[in-house]
T-cell receptor, first 112, second 111 residues
Framework: NAGVTQTPKFQVLKTGQSMTLQCAQDMNHNSMYWYRQDPGMGLRLIYYSASEGTTDKGEVPNGYNVSRLNKREFSLRLESAAPSQTSVYFC???????????FGDGTRLSIL | GESVGLHLPTLSVQEGDNSIINCAYSNSASDYFIWYKQESGKGPQFIIDIRSNMDKRQGQRVTVLLNKTVKHLSLQIAATQPGDSAVYFCAERGDFNKFYFGSGTKLNVKP
């Protein structure tokens, strides 16, 4: 079982470049999430999608956009990368109704 | 306990001892809580959960306690093993199935 798959695992960008982080889950979950994790910190919610066709902002949405392409896939886009967006990005999915989230192994993104 | 910033609180225990990791949550209306374990270079991994209508829940070697009066969660790990070394996060569920994470506690198990 693959669970939640994120690509790429590592990426280095220059300030101002754009990039899309990909996430796919094979557990037929309705809800999907994007988080960022900065050194020594917990995870902060960027965007989430409660179900296919819906997206909503989390705690730190500025500078990001998302697309819920279908039930399996949820992508995160940085239109114009900034050094403050250097972080580890995690995608997660969950069934609805208060179930644990399942996480991918993260994308480590550095912006120079 | 929780802290904000670059330095995670660290709990060091001897192999075989019991560990207790604490977490304060913010929203008295949160109805569901989860403990996660995160190993280096990996995503968080589910350990145990508890709903707000319960005070205690037990799993294999782990117990979660919920005190709603003071908005406090704890994770107890029995007979801690070197493989338990990791960062542990609590998360609370808010509106619309959104989850909010604490900043984590690093558990260091000494052999």
């Amino acid at each position: 079982n693959a669970g939640v798959t994120q690509t790429p695992k590592f990426q280095v960008l220059k300030t101002g470049q754009s990039m899309t982080l990909q996430c796919a889950q094979d557990m037929n979950h309705n809800s999907m999430y994007w988080y960022r994790q900065d050194p020594g910190m917990g995870l902060r919610l960027i965007y989430y999608s409660a179900s296919e066709g819906t997206t909503d902002k989390g705690e730190v949405p500025n500078g990001y956009n998302v697309s819920r392409l279908n039930k399996r896939e949820f992508s995160l886009r940085l239109e114009s990368a900034a050094p403050s967006q250097t972080s580890v990005y995690f995608c997660a999915s969950s069934a609805t109704g208060g179930r644990p989230q399942h996480f991918g192994d993260g994308t480590r993104l550095s912006i120079l | 306990g929780e802290s904000v910033g670059l330095h995670l609180p660290t709990l060091s225990v001897q192999e075989g001892d019991n560990s207790i990791i604490n977490c304060a949550y913010s929203n008295s209306a949160s109805d569901y809580f989860i403990w996660y374990k995160q190993e280096s270079g990996k995503g968080p991994q589910f350990i145990i959960d508890i709903r707000s209508n319960m005070d205690k829940r037990q799993g294999q070697r782990v117990t979660v306690l919920l005190n709603k009066t003071v908005k406090h969660l704890s994770l107890q790990i029995a007979a801690t093993q070197p493989g338990d070394s990791a960062v542990y996060f609590c998360a609370e569920r808010g509106d619309f199935n959104k989850f909010y994470f604490g900043s984590g506690t690093k558990l260091n198990v000494k052999p």
